[in-house]
Protein backbone atom coordinates (compact mmCIF):
# COMPACT_ATOMS: atom_id res chain seq x y z
CA UNK A 1 0.00 0.00 0.00
CA UNK A 2 1.43 3.45 -0.91
CA UNK A 3 1.50 6.59 1.62
CA UNK A 4 -2.18 8.30 1.21
CA UNK A 5 -1.48 11.45 2.74
CA UNK A 6 0.93 13.46 -0.06
CA UNK A 7 1.34 16.47 2.80
CA UNK A 8 2.72 13.48 5.50
CA UNK A 9 4.73 12.18 2.54
CA UNK A 10 5.85 16.07 1.74
CA UNK A 11 6.92 16.24 5.56
CA UNK A 12 8.42 13.33 5.89
CA UNK A 13 10.85 14.16 2.56
CA UNK A 14 11.58 17.40 3.86
CA UNK A 15 12.52 15.57 7.68
CA UNK A 16 14.62 12.99 5.61
CA UNK A 17 16.59 15.55 3.38
CA UNK A 18 17.61 17.01 7.17
CA UNK A 19 18.43 13.88 8.53
CA UNK A 20 20.61 13.58 5.39
CA UNK A 21 22.55 16.49 5.54
CA UNK A 22 23.11 16.10 9.74
CA UNK A 23 24.66 12.45 8.15
CA UNK A 24 26.85 14.04 6.00
CA UNK A 25 27.61 16.21 9.03
CA UNK A 26 28.30 13.26 11.11
CA UNK A 27 30.73 11.55 8.52
CA UNK A 28 32.82 14.69 8.48
CA UNK A 29 32.85 14.95 11.98
CA UNK A 30 34.55 11.66 12.60
CA UNK A 31 36.32 12.28 9.51
CA UNK A 32 38.19 14.93 11.08
CA UNK A 33 38.52 13.61 14.56
CA UNK A 34 36.02 15.51 16.38
CA UNK A 35 35.53 14.18 19.89
CA UNK A 36 33.33 11.25 20.71
CA UNK A 37 30.91 13.34 22.79
CA UNK A 38 29.79 15.45 19.66
CA UNK A 39 29.59 12.92 17.33
CA UNK A 40 27.43 10.90 19.76
CA UNK A 41 25.16 14.08 20.29
CA UNK A 42 24.56 14.28 16.91
CA UNK A 43 23.92 10.70 16.25
CA UNK A 44 21.08 10.73 18.68
CA UNK A 45 19.30 13.89 17.23
CA UNK A 46 19.41 11.98 14.02
CA UNK A 47 18.24 8.52 15.10
CA UNK A 48 15.37 10.78 17.06
CA UNK A 49 14.75 12.40 14.03
CA UNK A 50 14.33 9.15 11.73
CA UNK A 51 12.16 8.18 14.73
CA UNK A 52 9.59 10.82 14.25
CA UNK A 53 9.86 9.99 10.72
CA UNK A 54 8.88 6.48 10.53
CA UNK A 55 6.26 7.41 13.27
CA UNK A 56 4.50 9.74 11.51
CA UNK A 57 4.66 7.86 8.29
CA UNK A 58 2.95 4.63 10.37
CA UNK A 59 0.42 7.32 12.37
CA UNK A 60 -0.71 8.80 9.01
CA UNK A 61 -1.20 5.31 7.48
CA UNK A 62 -3.13 3.56 10.37
CA UNK A 63 -5.56 6.78 10.38
CA UNK A 64 -6.28 6.42 6.78
CA UNK A 65 -7.31 2.59 7.39
CA UNK A 66 -8.89 3.40 10.16
CA UNK A 67 -10.95 6.04 8.54
CA UNK A 68 -12.05 3.78 5.71
CA UNK A 69 -12.83 0.50 6.26
CA UNK A 70 -12.48 -0.36 2.76
CA UNK A 71 -9.23 0.79 2.33
CA UNK A 72 -8.53 -0.75 5.29
CA UNK A 73 -9.49 -3.94 3.59
CA UNK A 74 -7.60 -3.64 0.22
CA UNK A 75 -4.40 -2.54 2.18
CA UNK A 76 -3.71 -6.32 3.29
CA UNK A 77 -2.16 -4.50 6.67
CA UNK A 78 -3.55 -6.18 9.95
CA UNK A 79 -3.78 -4.01 13.13
CA UNK A 80 -1.29 -6.74 13.96
CA UNK A 81 1.05 -5.69 11.32
CA UNK A 82 0.89 -1.81 12.19
CA UNK A 83 1.58 -3.13 16.13
CA UNK A 84 4.49 -5.13 14.72
CA UNK A 85 5.58 -1.62 12.88
CA UNK A 86 5.44 0.27 15.71
CA UNK A 87 7.11 -1.48 18.08
CA UNK A 88 9.99 -2.08 14.78
CA UNK A 89 10.27 2.00 15.99
CA UNK A 90 10.35 1.87 19.48
Known amino acids: M ?3 DENVVDEALVR ?3 VQGQLAGIIRMIEEGR ?3 EVMQQLTAASKAL ?9 SQLEFC ?14 EEFERMFMKLA
Open 51 to 59: DRVGFKLLA
Open 2 to 4: KFE
Open 66 to 79: LRDEAAARESGYTL
Open 16 to 18: LRK
Open 35 to 37: ECR
